[in-house]
């Protein structure tokens, strides 16, 4: 069975950062692409960055390119998600995602002063 756990989130000040992991179990995660999604109160999924199954192709939503890093350490089964200069739109919950096969639980992120 396909597992996916998010960490990571918390309250922190716009303009701050924050470093969320999505630990993967169940599957040969080294062989799957994996994305990163939102969901803001009240609103729906949101895409927002996507790496290839080895790591070296990654694509960004609009809103977060240049602050946001996705990142994959396939030996440890693990995804990651580096945010910086985080806004207050950046709240949401954040889900990693294996296409329609499996998300996770979801980490809360909240940016706030």
């Known amino acids: 069975e396909m597992q996916l756990v998010e960490s990571g989130g918390g309250l922190v000040q716009p303009g701050g950062s924050l470093r969320l992991s999505c630990a993967a179990s169940?599957?040969?995660?080294?062989?799957?692409?994996i994305s990163w999604v939102r969901q803001a109160p009240g609103q729906g999924l949101e895409w927002v960055s996507w790496i290839s199954s080895g790591g070296d192709s990654t694509q960004y939503a609009d809103s977060v390119k240049g602050r946001f890093a996705i990142s994959r350490d396939n030996a440890k089964n693990t995804l990651y998600l580096q945010m910086n200069s985080l806004k207050t739109e950046d709240t949401a919950v954040y889900y990693c995602?294996?296409?329609?096969?499996?998300r996770g639980q979801g980490t809360q992120v909240t940016v706030s002063s």
């Open positions: 995602r294996v296409g329609t096969l499996a």
């Open positions: 169940g599957f040969s995660f080294s062989t799957y692409a």
